[in-house]
């Protein structure tokens, strides 16, 4: 039914093989649009779209940990244990 076809990246102008395989993995999906950016660039957007992530102390256990918020001075932050131990105390 699907048959690979050559696209070509709009980010690096390479030649990029669409594979029968992903046009099926679109069509289950309900994605209508062909990529427009080879695997490598794809790779590269994505991972510089990852947030930032910033280096804390929690402030109930001590932990370093990472959150993905910048920390404002004088206000508690807590590491992920600890915060999910809070909210289920609340519950």
């Given at each position: 039914?699907?048959?690979d076809e050559t696209l070509t990246c709009e980010d690096c102008g390479c030649s990029f093989i669409f594979?029968?395989?992903e046009q099926e993995f679109y069509a289950e999906k309900g994605l209508v649009?062909?990529?427009k950016r080879c695997p490598e660039c794809r790779k590269k957007r994505r991972q510089n779209?990852?947030?930032r992530m910033y280096d804390v102390v929690c402030s109930k256990c001590g932990a370093n940990?990472?959150?993905p918020f910048?920390?404002?001075m004088g206000k508690e932050?807590?590491?992920k244990e600890c915060y999910k131990q809070m909210q289920e105390s609340t519950i």
């Open positions: 039914m699907y048959q594979t029968s395989g649009n062909k990529p779209n990852k947030k940990t990472k959150v910048k920390p404002v932050v807590y590491c």
